[in-house]
């Protein structure tokens, strides 16, 4: 069963370290999300990638975060330094396409807290 | 974007069909509905989708009202499990930049025995 998976599943950090979080897309999938959930602020579109090419990351501060996808296998998802205010759950999910036709498929998510 | 209106919260007994609405008076020619939906502590994960006909699967049926304006996703018969948030979203077809899905506040469903 073809699967999107995320590591790890849980982070805690201290604050001004660096995080980074890594996503498997399904094989074969060609777009990639990154999404981050809160209880405040609900789902949010943090960066988006087609063919492994950044189409939109304008939902994420440039100062701290970094998203990449170094091959069609691995999407990395990075915050250096990380904030309190960063304690999230984030999410990765991959697609054939992103037409509105097409679904997404996402992973469980990566649990992260900031002390 | 166009945006979509959903009931913050509904209830529904077990074993009942559940009917849950979305309004998307904005709605473009182009712009496919989708249904996702979201257990305690998974991701989302998505349920259904479809432009003007009514459509069917293994989870759900949507009906599309004639003029696109509305939707409803139907549970034929909740169980337990179907206790999650809903989001409906629309995703445009013709979007050359691609479409990420745009998820709204959806509607947390509470099934009861």
């Known amino acids: 069963d073809a699967r999107v998976t995320q590591t790890p599943r849980d982070k805690v950090t201290e604050m001004g370290q660096e995080v980074t979080m890594r996503c498997q897309p399904i094989l074969g999938h060609n777009t990639v999300f990154w999404y981050r959930q809160t209880m405040m602020q609900g789902l949010e579109l943090l960066a988006y990638?087609?063919?492994?090419?950044?189409?939109?990351d304008s939902g994420m501060p440039k100062d701290r975060f970094s998203a990449e996808m170094p091959d069609a296998t691995l999407a990395t998802l990075k915050i250096q330094p990380s904030e309190p205010r960063d304690s999230a759950v984030y999410f990765c999910?991959?697609?054939?396409?992103?037409?509105?036709?097409?679904?997404?498929?996402f992973g469980q998510g990566t649990r992260l807290t900031v002390v | 974007d166009a945006k979509t209106t959903q009931p913050n919260s509904m209830e529904s007994n077990e074993e009942e069909p559940v009917h849950l609405p979305c309004n998307h008076s904005?709605?473009?020619?182009?712009?496919?509905i989708h249904w996702y939906r979201q257990l305690p502590s998974q991701g989302p994960e998505y349920v259904i989708h479809?432009?003007?006909s009514n459509v069917n699967n293994r989870m759900a049926s949507l009906a599309i009202a004639e003029d696109r304006k509305s939707s409803t996703l139907i549970l034929h018969r909740a169980t337990l499990r179907d206790a999650a948030v809903y989001y409906c979203?629309?995703?445009?077809?013709?979007?050359?930049?691609?479409?990420?899905?745009?998820f709204g506040k959806g509607t947390s469903l509470l099934v009861t025995p």
């Open positions: 999910a991959s697609g054939l396409g992103d037409r509105g036709n097409t679904e997404a498929f």
């Open positions: 904005t709605i473009s020619g182009t712009d496919y």
């Open positions: 979203i629309l995703r445009d077809q013709l979007s050359n930049s691609g479409y990420a899905l745009n």
């Open positions: 479809g432009l003007t």
């Open positions: 990638f087609r063919n492994r090419a950044p189409l939109d």
